[in-house]
């Protein structure tokens, strides 16, 4: 049961602000942003997702930098909690098209109408894009979309959130084109995030893939789709997990071996067990289809090599490489390598390769990190930096303990590592004279890739 | 609704104040209302919008309230909507012009349209003005039996509204029976979900004064119901399945098959995107098996890959939610998960609440096969940059030093710790160090040799150096220089600002003194000397002490100050296992994110449909008992878990149903008085064998009269307390007593394995407690935690004791809680309580 539901800027200004109870005192927005912002003295923690303020339960997500907040008075499933804020963000973004405080505030009267059904008296009624469009009459006040990024496929990746909203494209379930006429598609994207520890040396400690097939359909009259996956595929890893040593001669069959998976509300899995298809008809606005993860060996895209050395009392050298490991076919793009340095480092020289183009470094003096970053990275290539550092004091000794680990952030478009493929994509389309435009797309994101030095 | 929240922020230039925009608006609204101009529309929109925006950033515009209802007189849908709104918001507050609403409200409910007649009646409904009430009836009514779903829908949950707004027009219109034919025959799945929410929270809030709304609850909760709701729950939205599933956990299946079938049947629920239904789903399996203990543990293995893949594939505030229960798996069940340990390790980008879960994780799961890679990826994080992680990181390779056999090579890491250099690596290790070595003595030669090198000029933080301190003091006899570094902290005595850093060097020169004579005296002098001008008074008190009694007898000053001690086996655990298993209970709430059960953080009227019997709810009751089961549970607020029930519930029923359960005065004086001649007797030869705590409290209190010499007085009386051998309480008011009152005794006991074996068998006891007037109101629980609930009163007057009996066969401890309405006599129950279970099964 929700009491309150509300969206504050940055700032904290309430940009959305709905009671469904009214069992939770006025000024719930301040309490709220109050503790968020002071949670603690040093600033060095953030507020945790949940919490309780006389009595008050605060439940947050953040989307786009806008907190999405709900409150009640109730013992509720934190979960629950949640994933209703995270789909209400979702169902917003369907029809706004583009989700930020700009055109939450220009659309706040439509998102009143979709609150207005999204809960009564603080119990779901639905999250549904497509029910929920019978109930909505105020057309949506578009973004100007020539100040928007360029709709190159990184851009997906553009926020740095966990989940990535994966803007299909921006625009909204609702409006009409301005042509008249709304083009037949249908996105699914193929996102995978991937985490890897390297040992310091160069051995792999852990590694995982965190992947979602999302779609984002703009197809009329409902019709059936049909979506198939590798034939090899297979689920579940027998019991435990077996990392590093002892993979089963799996790597080498080239079977795709996922250790779970979860699926949409809408997906029936009927003939899944036999030729790896899903089927589905697809609801309005962008829906995770299925979410997997896997903890199989695979190739990682880039092998960092990170050496430290002193060199005389007051000084040392950093040399940094980038291996990318994949086929010249491919390119990786907004490529950022950091690195945290003693912190008695006073001054950084950095020294590119030769003919280095689209490469930036710096040193960050507040935080004493060197980053690293590089517009593009073809596949194949190596980039190198040296970075020559100036101490403050004698170091004790130890320098590779006060530094590290290297750290890498990177999108590689129409790469996946997991080689899960969406082999067809089928439409069961009733005669219609224009095929309906279909969009598969692989992207391959780091979420936590590091090398210890 | 937006509340108005004028007058609390200050005016930014962006958001403006007020005042002249409400004017302005007013007059602007007064021009539209009547016209009928083309494109009036559109500009009673943007007027519209902007009166909206100004109540969502807290500007009062109630003043607009007529000219608001002139305006959406209007066909216009929109308009409507945002009109409506708007009424919702301000109606409670000005409830005269409210009504003024009522009629265009009314009208609009019959419209054509069912999308009006829904918005209309939901409206209606959120006006919350309580003299509006006679017009709500009437329209909810039909709008229950509307052809459309939507409508149905709306004034299902405005029946709801209406309870809140007033319980007795709802449930005189007969509004809840209603709602129930209506979750069971309806053919949206939506209307049914809702028809259930709103019939729990009635039926919930209904049941402290209606034992017909109990029993209706108890009803939703029965067979027929409950498989009702599983056997569509796909036809349900994904938020109601969580509800259904809610409901579903609460089911106490009647025989192993019927447990498979519910757990069959939900088992592709375990594969759902959507985590509070994963939750949901494993909250069920958990519950349904938790007397099944090899089942239960392969509900475990199977809930592990969904759950870690939830925490994967959501937000980070999803992973955290769904993190806090693996948490709590992983507490109750370590073995299981300590092969997946690897997916508790950090990622550098993560959140620290996400964070420090996962190191409380990994410290759970350490164990002998583990923890040389656990420990080496704790040792990575405490080099981190992230100062309160890397802290975090150095406290659980303790913890799980702590709780390993073989410390061997984490006693090196954490000595690694030490000669790191930097200040907050080095204090958190200084702590860690003191307690493994109360723990593991024989390290101590190692770990001294490192301490001795650590200047305490480098350590700042109180902990820390106070860690220091106490290690300088115990083994000063294998470190060269104790008695001069403790010197020169003496000397910096005024510099040292925490008193648990002055206590601690107390100590510590006392021992060392003890040690090393000659070397420490000066230190022992000056600090004795510092001490005792201190102004901080433990300190001052400490020093004295030390002062006399080492005047008194050296000898006997260092058996005090430094006797042998033992090392520490377990160090003390902060959450009671009663605790734990209460929020286990709470499996999928806010309980498990918190760490507490939900009394502790949520007021009673908001605990829940089936939350609120929280004391007597949570006992699971065996499989013999649930034939003794009344099926007829008139009794008030008992919950599915009812327990093993005694005779005397069935008198107590027919009391306490017409309220009498406290002055049942019809006992005649010659049986009553003859009782308490027994009674007296009972506690005359019971005291001998109390329990020794019991008389050490008495000497404790003792301590009131004058104590002259050897010739101590006699320890009080015990007050005589006399006990209503035919006292009657019903199980409600239990419950309602056992919430208001506060504890006023609770004592633990370990118990001979001969008690433990008696105590087990709960006939016997319940009938020599009943001997002694003490009735047992319920009983039950599985090996090894039984729990059992007694009351008495007193002879002559109203005045209630409850006690809440706990036992745990496996550690031999029991734990008496006792409360009383009579405080002052809560101490002589105790007593008489004790004593009458040691004579327990001592003929």
């Not at chain 2, 849908?77 to 918001?89: A, E, F, H, R, S």
């Not at chain 2, 009269?705 to 050897?710: D, I, L, M, R």
């Amino acid at each position: 049961m929700i009491s309150q539901f509300f969206v504050l800027s940055q700032r904290g200004d309430s940009i959305v602000f709905r009671d469904y109870r009214g069992d939770v005192q006025n000024g719930s927005t301040e309490i709220f942003f109050r503790k968020v912002k002071f949670w603690k003295e040093d600033g060095q923690e953030e507020a945790p997702p949940v919490f309780n303020v006389d009595g008050v339960n605060y439940f947050h997500v953040k989307v786009v930098g806008l907190l999405f907040v709900a409150t009640t008075r109730v013992n509720l499933s934190p979960s629950f909690a949640l994933e209703l804020l995270q789909r209400i963000a979702r169902v917003i973004k369907d029809y706004l098209g583009v989700l930020n405080e700009d055109t939450l505030r220009k659309n706040f009267v439509l998102v009143y109408e979709l609150l207005d059904e999204v809960i009564d008296f603080g119990y779901v009624q639905t999250t549904s894009t497509e029910v929920l469009k019978s109930y909505v009459f105020n057309e949506p006040i578009v973004a100007d979309t020539s100040r928007l990024p360029p709709l190159e496929p990184s851009a997906i990746f553009a926020q740095r959130a966990k989940r990535m909203p994966g803007i299909a494209v921006t625009k909204s379930v609702i409006a009409t084109e301005p042509g008249g006429k709304n083009r037949e598609e249908i996105f699914v994207d193929v996102i995978e995030k991937i985490s890897i520890t390297f040992s310091s040396s160069g051995y792999i400690l852990t590694s995982e893939i965190d992947g979602t097939i999302q779609m984002k359909s703009y197809l009329t009259g409902n019709p059936e789709i049909r979506l198939a996956l590798n034939d090899d595929l297979a689920i579940g890893r027998g019991q435990g997990p077996i990392y590093g040593a002892g993979y089963r001669s799996s790597s080498g069959s080239g079977a795709v071996i996922l250790d779970d998976c979860n699926f949409h509300e809408s997906v029936r899995l009927d003939s899944f067990d036999v030729d790896r298809t899903l089927s589905l008809i697809p609801p309005d606005g962008e829906f995770p289809v299925m979410n997997y993860r896997m903890t199989q060996e695979f190739r990682p895209p880039f092998r960092i090599n990170a050496l430290i050395e002193e060199a005389g009392s007051l000084k040392a050298e950093v040399i940094l490489k980038i291996c990318a490991e994949f086929g010249s076919s491919v390119t990786a793009n907004t490529v950022k390598v950091q690195m945290p340095l003693p912190k008695y480092t006073t001054r950084v020289n950095f020294e590119l390769n030769p003919g280095a183009v689209g490469e930036t470094t710096d040193f960050k003096e507040a935080n004493r990190k060197l980053e690293w970053s590089l517009k593009k990275i073809v596949g194949g290539s190596e980039h190198t930096l040296r970075a020559k550092l100036t101490f403050s004091q004698e170091s004790h000794g130890n320098i590779t303990k006060e530094s590290g680990p290297v750290s890498m952030t990177f999108t590689i478009p129409m790469y996946n590592v997991s080689r899960l493929q969406v082999k067809y994509l089928q439409i069961a389309k009733k005669s219609r004279a224009s095929e309906p435009y279909r969009w598969v797309r692989y992207v391959t994101q780091a979420n936590s890739y590091v090398a210890r030095i | 609704m937006a509340p108005p929240q004028q007058s609390q922020r200050s005016p930014s230039p962006s958001q403006p104040s007020g005042k002249g925009e409400v004017s302005d608006l007013k007059s602007q609204l007064r021009q539209l209302a009547g016209s009928r101009a083309p494109g009036v529309d559109d500009s009673k929109r943007e007027l519209f919008k902007k009166v909206i925006s100004y109540m969502t950033i807290g500007i009062d515009v109630s003043p607009l309230f007529g000219e608001m209802v002139m305006c959406s007189a209007a066909s216009d849908i929109v308009l409507k909507k945002m009109c409506y709104l708007y009424v919702g918001n301000y109606a409670k507050v000005n409830p005269d012009l409210a009504l003024l609403t009522i009629n265009f409200l009314q009208r609009d409910c019959k419209d054509e349209d069912p999308m009006i007649r829904g918005l209309a009646l939901r409206s209606l409904c959120s006006l919350r003005v309580a003299n509006l009430v006679e017009y709500l009836v009437g329209p909810l009514g039909s709008g229950l039996k509307d052809s459309n779903s939507y409508v149905r829908m709306v004034a299902v949950i405005g029946v709801l509204k209406l309870y809140h707004i007033s319980a007795s027009t709802c449930v005189d219109a007969e509004f809840p029976s209603t709602l129930k034919h209506l979750m069971l025959n309806d053919p949206d799945a939506l209307v049914v979900a809702n028809c259930l929410s709103a019939l729990q929270e009635i039926w919930t809030l209904e049941a402290s004064t209606a034992e017909e709304a109990a029993r209706e609850r108890e009803a939703l909760l029965s067979k027929p119901v409950v498989y009702y709701f599983l056997n569509r729950i796909k036809e349900f939205s994904e938020w109601a399945q969580c509800l259904v599933l809610e409901l579903a956990a609460k089911y106490v299946p009647s025989d192993s098959n019927e447990i498979f079938d519910i757990m069959n049947l939900l088992e592709d629920r375990l594969q759902h995107a959507n985590g509070a239904v994963v939750l949901a789903t494993t909250k069920v399996f958990l519950q349904l098996t938790l007397s099944m203990a090899d089942v239960h543990q392969q509900v475990y293995e199977r809930i592990k890959a969904p759950l870690l893949t939830l925490v994967s594939s959501g937000s980070p505030e999803q992973s955290y939610a769904v993190l806090s229960h693996l948490h709590l798996l992983v507490m109750r069940a370590p073995y299981i998960f300590s092969g997946d340990y690897k997916h508790f390790y950090c990622q550098y980008n993560e959140p620290s609440y996400v964070k420090k879960l996962k190191l409380e994780m990994l410290t759970a799961v350490a164990n002998e096969s583990n923890t040389y890679e656990i420990v080496t990826e704790l040792c990575e994080y405490a080099a981190n940059v992230d100062i309160p992680i890397a802290r975090e990181s150095i406290r659980a390779v303790g913890k799980i030093a702590l709780q390993q056999y073989d410390v061997n090579a984490i006693v090196d890491r954490l000595l690694q710790f030490l000669e790191m250099e930097k200040d907050y690596v080095t204090a958190e290790a200084l702590v860690l160090v003191k307690d493994l070595l109360r723990k593991y003595p024989q390290w101590s030669q190692d770990c001294i040799a490192v301490v001795g090198n650590i200047s305490s000029k480098n350590v700042q933080e109180p902990k820390a150096k106070a860690a220091l301190i106490w290690m300088l003091g115990e083994y000063s006899q294998d470190m060269q220089d104790a008695p001069y570094a403790l010197e020169s902290l003496v000397e910096n005595w005024d510099e040292e600002h925490s008193p648990e850093v002055r206590l601690h060097l107390l100590t510590a020169v006392m021992k060392c003194f003890f040690k090393k004579p000659p070397e420490t005296q000066k230190a022992l002098g000056a600090a004795l000397a510092a001490g005792l001008a201190d102004y901080h008074q433990d300190v001052h008190d400490r020093a004295l002490f030390y002062y006399r009694l080492l005047q008194y007898n050296v000898s006997v000053a260092e058996r005090v100050v430094n006797p042998p001690k033992q090392a520490v086996s377990v160090f003390a655990d902060t959450q009671s296992s009663e605790v734990k298993d209460r929020i286990f209970d709470e499996f999928n709430s806010l309980s498990v994110v918190y760490q507490k059960p939900s009394y502790m953080f949520t007021d009673k009227e908001h605990r829940g449909p089936f939350e609120f019997s929280d004391e007597l709810g949570n006992l699971s009751i065996g499989a013999e008992s649930a034939d003794t089961v009344v099926p007829a549970q008139s009794v008030e607020a008992n919950d599915k878990d009812l327990l093993l029930s005694t005779t005397e519930k069935e008198d107590g029923r027919d009391l306490g149903s017409n309220g009498s359960a406290y002055s049942a005065p019809s006992y005649s004086s010659a049986a009553t008085s003859q009782s308490h001649e027994e009674l007296a007797l009972t506690n005359a030869s019971v005291l001998g064998q109390a329990p020794a705590s019991s008389f050490a409290i008495d000497d404790l209190l003792g301590l009131d009269f004058p104590v002259g010499g050897t010739a101590a007085a006699p320890p009080p009386p015990p007050p005589s307390l006399r006990l209503n051998p035919k006292a009657v309480l019903d199980p409600g008011t239990f419950q309602q007593k056992w919430r208001q009152l506060p504890i006023s005794s609770s004592q633990e006991y370990s118990m001979s394995p001969q008690g433990v074996a008696l105590l087990t068998s709960p006939n016997a006891l319940l009938k020599h407690m009943k001997d002694i007037s003490i009735h047992c109101i319920a009983s039950g629980g599985q090996s090894p935690n039984f729990k059992y609930f007694f009351f008495a009163q007193k002879a002559e007057e109203t005045s209630t004791f409850l006690v809440e009996y706990i036992i745990n066969t496996s550690s031999a401890k029991s734990q008496i809680k006792i409360k009383a309405d009579d405080q002052s006599s809560s101490e002589a129950f105790s007593t008489l309580f004790q004593s009458a279970l040691s004579k327990f099964g001592s003929p």
